[in-house]
């Protein structure tokens, strides 16, 4: 009887459009003060208290350098990076997007960050280059999924902090299977190009090639960054998402200049004098500049105000989620279910195709 209530007032509410986050906490608490003994007391302590876990503190960060790189034109040069190192191949635009996505998503750790960013400036370029429009939106919106597996995950963020794992043993575990994910689809992308004669690009000379790297470096370094400081031991990766962050403003508005108060000022003085010094006396103001104003510049506060609302907005929703896994816990629900699954005696396979399904 508690269960079925507490299913069909959610389902009821997100039938009549309900928010998720309304839905979880009004279905939570009338279950609970209807049908449970907690006082509203210690609904408020479990509400607040799953919000207070040390591991949920990488998300915000996780989220401002997100922002910073889908407002910093970090994809697009990620985009140039893929497009010139796949994209020759046939459907190699369609190939293309989805390296992207893995890209930037081994950068923001957010699958809609990376679909909008990734999916705003291909889908049109696609269907200019002879794409259909289904065939263009069809393959961003799985390729933006990879968000989710390839780390650093604000999903993995979430899910490590509400079963009290490591969240470094989630990012590892997440590695091979995003590749692999990302391999399979550009095979597939591959057999329909080659089926449906879908067109490929031109083929880079190595120079250029070189040079998108080197254009799309700064994003790129942020992997080896977080990657590298987690498992070497440098930072945890709750720490490692404030170093994220940093790092993300740092190359939007110091390194590649495309927002905030030094926007695209040249890193070349006037005089065309390439020498160390000259660029040394010419940028060092410069971004000393940047640094003194940053906390006025319009851009910068909009970035700040964005990744705010939906860092609220993720926040909310986990409070809500954590307090309706209580009324499941105090039912035994979850229990029963493994209970129940093991009870079946499946094999491995079998075991994670219920798993997945339930």
């Not at 906490?25 to 209807?34: C, E, F, H, K």
Request: aromatic share 10%; net charge neutral.
């Amino acid at each position: 009887m508690t269960i079925a209530f507490l299913f069909i007032l959610l389902f009821g509410l997100m039938a009549f459009g309900a928010p998720i986050a309304i839905s979880l906490g009004v279905a939570s608490l009338s279950t609970i003060l209807l049908f449970g003994d907690d006082s509203l007391a210690t609904l408020a302590e479990k509400l607040f208290g799953g919000m207070e876990h040390y591991t949920l503190l990488a998300i915000p960060y996780f989220i401002l350098a997100s922002a910073f790189l889908s407002t910093g034109g970090v994809a697009r040069r990620l985009i140039r990076f893929a497009i010139d190192t796949v994209g020759w191949f046939p459907g190699g635009l369609a190939m293309a997007s989805v390296l992207a996505c893995m890209l930037f998503a081994a950068v923001s750790g957010s699958s809609p960050a990376t679909v909008v960013a990734i999916g705003s400036i291909v889908i049109a370029g696609m269907v200019r280059a002879g794409y259909p429009q289904s065939f263009a939106a069809g393959v961003i919106c799985n390729a933006g999924t990879l968000g989710i597996l390839i780390p650093p995950s604000i999903v993995m963020v979430v899910y490590a902090a509400a079963t009290e794992v490591s969240v470094g043993r989630m990012f590892l575990a997440g590695v091979f299977p995003g590749i692999m994910v990302g391999l399979m689809l550009m095979t597939a992308i591959y057999i329909v190009a080659r089926i449906k004669k879908l067109p490929s690009q031109p083929r880079p000379t190595l120079g250029e090639w070189g040079s998108a790297l080197f254009s799309a470096s700064g994003g790129l370094l942020l992997v080896i960054l977080i990657m590298g400081g987690i498992y070497g031991g440098v930072f945890t990766p709750t720490e490692a998402a404030a170093v994220a962050a940093f790092y993300a403003m740092f190359v939007a508005v110091l390194f590649y200049r495309d927002m905030g108060p030094i926007k695209e000022l040249p890193w070349v003085p006037e005089s065309g004098n390439k020498s160390v010094g000259s660029l040394i006396a010419h940028n060092v103001p410069q971004m000393g500049k940047a640094l003194a104003l940053l906390p006025f510049d319009k851009e910068i506060r909009h970035v700040l105000l964005d990744a705010g609302k939906v860092t609220i907005m993720l926040m909310f929703i986990i409070a809500n989620a954590m307090l309706f896994a209580h009324v499941l816990t105090s039912e035994r629900i979850p229990h029963t279910i493994a209970e129940t699954i093991i009870g079946w005696g499946l094999p491995a396979w079998g075991f994670l195709i219920v798993v997945n399904i339930v």
